[in-house]
């Protein structure tokens, strides 16, 4: 693909990938909001406590072929066709084996009302796997603007249902039907705009080409899914629903930000590095920009939130979920480092040495557990200060291939991200000064906001920095598209 039209692709992309994820957590920030003022914190962390195997059921239903299919260069229909029927009969092999065991996690964490909930809401991954293949289809063509309308749509409708239920006195089991009425919508309108059908066939040689690289991917997804999620087991055993809930709700917003930085980024770049993965020049170069685009934007972000965490919560939330506050600030610096690490083992699957990525992820394992041992006596806030201090190991683990490999480790991405750095201090010098002058807590929120984002432009403008003049080109570039 000619570089002016790959340039091209991945401005469009980005822009389609960033309106859709903006308008999505825009939508699910305010529904969330009104969910949790109508819901309990236990509800939540009735949900919290079944996220390990929501996690790792998906990873199986998926068992990397989705990267397979997006890395490999002649994939054909046949292939498509062996993934489709792969992710059916393991999503349905899933939901029986949970089905089954359902009172067995209810034992476990002492908590009778969690059978029903797994065997109502584990149909979700039958749900879910109907529309695998249509998503990864989209991918590969770069077809964020459909992907876009899909999913905002789907969170529209889906989470108006779940505020009227919850509403209704449905507790937990309007967040539970949420959930289900959005898998719906979204197989209903991903067929709707994709139409694609599946051949009648299973070919044995394409499910061992394709597993031959996703497997290493499973393996490592394995370890990185139960050591995302060893810290919710443990608490979701030791401490009580409610603890679960604040853990969870703490949780929520630092990743909703983060996450949505990171899954545009990531999701258009990995099609993008997979086209160069030949090119090692072009390849490193656009590493590097991603790197130094995601620090960008998750840095300020995550600090901004932060600072603002204690009002926004009292505020926004109640008082009957400030115990969050404290978890929300730890998460936050944690999250600083998340989706830098993903970068650094993005890179790794594009050019297929997905074999890398376990052997990385086995290395962590260690730490975590270690963390967990030393922090799980002393209560729910060292838990998850040592969270912080695992992820930013891991982010120095993660960083160091790529710098074997690419000569692009940990320090030169730091040097890379010193202006934004710097920018992101001046922004908070700003915010204190705020803070101590103005004690309601709405006005603590909007005049932090807008006061931080234009202090941290502005510096950003001084200092010359290249994604502030990225940002204009994309929304110039996207808007010319629409218009």
């Not at 290493?216 to 139960?226: E, N």
């Not at 995550?302 to 926004?316: H, N, Q």
Request: glycine share 6%.
């Amino acid at each position: 693909m000619p570089k002016k039209s790959l340039k091209s692709k991945t401005i469009i992309g980005i822009f389609w990938n960033s309106v859709e994820r903006f308008l999505v957590q825009i939508v699910q920030f305010i529904l969330s909001i009104i969910m949790a003022r109508l819901l309990l914190p236990s509800d939540y962390g009735l949900l919290g406590m079944l996220a390990v195997f929501i996690a790792i059921s998906t990873l199986f239903i998926d068992a990397g072929f989705t990267m397979a299919l997006i890395q490999k260069k002649n994939r054909t229909e046949v292939d498509f066709s062996t993934v489709f029927y792969f992710n059916i009969i393991i999503s349905i092999c899933c939901y029986f084996l949970f089905y089954t065991c359902a009172p067995l996690i209810a034992t476990f964490y002492h908590t009778a009302e969690l059978t029903s909930i797994i065997r109502i809401l584990f149909l979700n991954l039958i749900i879910n796997s109907l529309c695998i293949i249509q998503n990864t289809k989209l991918s590969i063509a770069m077809n964020f603007k459909t992907k876009a309308i899909v999913n905002f749509v789907s969170v529209v409708v889906s989470g108006c249902f779940g505020v009227l239920i919850a509403y209704n006195g449905f507790g937990v089991w309007a967040l539970v039907f949420q959930i289900l009425c959005q898998s719906i919508m979204n197989v209903i309108l991903l067929y709707t705009f994709c139409r694609w059908k599946p051949l009648c066939v299973f070919s044995k040689e394409s499910f061992k080409q394709l597993f031959h690289f996703g497997s290493k991917l499973l393996s490592a997804g394995f370890i990185a899914t139960i050591m995302n999620n060893l810290y919710t087991i443990f608490i979701g055993k030791l401490f009580s629903p409610s603890q679960v809930g604040y853990y969870t709700r703490g949780m929520q917003f630092p990743a909703l930000i983060s996450s949505t930085i990171s899954s545009i980024l990531q999701g258009v770049t990995f099609p993008i590095m997979t086209s160069v993965q030949d090119d090692r020049e072009h390849l490193i170069s656009i590493y590097r920009k991603m790197i130094r685009t995601t620090s960008f934007f998750v840095i300020p972000a995550m600090t901004g939130l932060a600072m603002i965490s204690e009002p926004f919560i009292r505020y926004f939330l109640t008082e009957k979920w400030m115990p969050a506050v404290v978890i929300m600030q730890w998460i936050c610096l944690a999250r600083l480092f998340t989706p830098l690490s993903a970068l650094n083992m993005n890179i790794l699957n594009a050019v297929g040495r997905s074999d890398l990525f376990l052997k990385v992820d086995l290395s962590k394992l260690p730490i975590t557990m270690i963390a967990l041992i030393i922090t799980v006596p002393l209560g729910l806030r060292p838990v998850v200060i040592g969270h912080c201090i695992t992820s930013f190991i891991a982010y120095f683990i993660n960083a160091y291939l790529p710098g074997k490999f690419f000569g692009y480790g940990a320090f030169r991405q730091i040097k890379d991200m010193l202006p934004t750095l710097i920018c992101t201090g001046g922004m908070m010098i700003v915010l204190l000064v705020i803070f101590f002058y103005i004690h309601s807590d709405l006005l603590k929120i909007v005049i932090s906001i807008i006061a931080g984002v234009l202090t941290y432009y502005i510096l950003a403008f001084i200092f010359k920095i290249e994604e502030l003049q990225d940002i204009n080109i994309i929304i110039k570039k996207g808007w010319s598209k629409i218009s």
